[in-house]
């Protein structure tokens, strides 16, 4: 499954509000997170779609839309299974509305699935 690493470039006007942002997606300290940002290095690494957390990708979604929305400088990238995040290598950018498609086609997958009996009720693939 792949996974999203994210990191903030420029916190913007409102550092403060964006940390919080970023330190509750995350489960980061506030520190660590001012932390990652300045040395340029992701807030986080995970996978975009988890059973752990199955509402992970749409909280995402709206951290990013509300990260644009105060400013900040943010680059996402989608790592593929078992790759680890290296400021050398190049990725596949995720953006607003690439993350958006990936949830609309996650839903659709598990839909199909539903239909096809492949999945009990209530369960998900992630």
């Known amino acids: 499954m792949?996974?999203?690493?994210?990191?903030?470039?420029d916190l913007g006007q409102r550092a403060a509000k964006s940390t919080l942002v970023l330190s509750k997606v995350s489960s980061l300290s506030l520190k660590s997170v001012m932390d990652a940002v300045k040395a340029g290095i992701p807030?986080?690494?995970?996978?975009?779609?988890?059973?752990?957390?199955?509402l992970f990708a749409e909280k995402l979604l709206r951290v990013l839309e509300q990260l644009d929305t105060l400013g900040c400088k943010w680059v996402a990238w989608e790592l593929l299974d078992g790759q680890a995040f290296s400021p050398r290598e190049q990725y596949f950018e995720i953006t607003v509305n690439r993350l958006r498609n990936m949830i609309a086609a996650d839903q659709e997958s598990l839909e199909e699935q539903r239909r096809e009996g492949e999945l009990e009720d209530g369960e998900n693939l992630h």
């Open 2 to 9: 792949s996974s999203i690493a994210l990191v903030v470039r």
């Open 43 to 54: 807030v986080f690494v995970r996978p975009v779609f988890d059973r752990k957390d199955e």
